[in-house]
Nanobody
Framework: QVRLVESGGGLVQAGGSLRLSCVVS????????MAWFRQAPGKEREFVAA???????YYKSSVQGRFSISRDNGENSVYLRMNSLKPEDTAVYYC??????????????WGQGIQVTVSS
């Protein structure tokens, strides 16, 4: 059974930082592209960042330079370091495993999501 479990969310003031973690089990982790998506209330789930099997990373433009995605294949984990957080970053953040891309349909496995709230 494939499981993705996120941790590290919470409440932070604008300008602050958080680090999200996602541990994957039940899959050969180093074969997957790993990604973070987010969904704010009343909005569609959107791509935030992804990292390939060979550690190439790409980002949603509005988080470029503030967020950093990384992975540790030995720990079956992917991370999202979020700096200079803004109230508009408030959302439920999801970890996902797939083959490529920025669309939700390209990812087969999802975590349960974790809340990130940025106060102004």
């Amino acid at each position: 059974q494939v499981r993705l479990v996120e941790s590290g969310g919470g409440l932070v003031q604008a300008g602050g930082s958080l680090r999200l973690s996602c541990v994957v089990s039940g899959r050969t982790f180093n074969r997957d592209v790993m990604a973070w998506f987010r969904q704010a209330p009343g909005k569609e789930r959107e791509f935030v960042a992804a990292i390939s099997q060979n550690y190439a990373a790409y980002y949603k433009s509005s988080v470029q330079g503030r967020f950093s995605i990384s992975r540790d294949n030995g720990e079956n984990s992917v991370y999202l370091r979020m700096n200079s957080l803004k109230p508009e970053d408030t959302a439920v953040y999801y970890c996902a495993a797939g083959t490529t891309g920025t669309r939700t349909s390209q990812y087969d496995y999802w975590g349960q999501g974790i809340q990130v709230t940025v106060s102004s």
